[in-house]
């Protein structure tokens, strides 16, 4: 096989090749797996946030001090997180 860019004889089986270095496969594939990897970093981002903030107003509360509204609804939103993360890649698949 012939590289397209080059003109070098490469193997047919090589991904990319050996004197430009630029991959053998079609562009719009390459493309395709490309962006299939990319994931928004605005979900994790706001739930180390809120994971943060979380920890340090459990950390300044003395022992049995935080009411149970607050304990119960931090309890739901990590629960909410994690379903929600679980149902994303299952989704994905």
């Given at each position: 096989m012939?590289?397209?860019?080059c ?17 053998t496969?079609d562009?719009?594939r390459a493309?395709e797996g490309?962006?299939a990897?990319?994931r928004?970093l ?7 946030v ?7 107003y459990m950390a300044?509360v003395p022992?049995?001090?935080i009411?149970?509204w607050?304990?119960w ?7 909410v997180a994690?379903?929600?993360r679980v ?7």
């Open positions: 012939t590289c397209r860019f003109g070098t004889e490469i193997a047919d089986k090589a991904l990319i090749c050996f004197r430009c270095g630029r991959s496969a562009e719009g493309a490309a962006a990897v990319r928004p605005w979900p994790a981002a706001i739930a180390l809120v994971l943060v903030c979380a920890g340090l300044i022992a049995g001090g009411p149970d607050l304990r609804t931090i309890t739901i939103l990590a629960a994690l379903v929600w149902a994303l890649r299952r989704r994905r698949r």
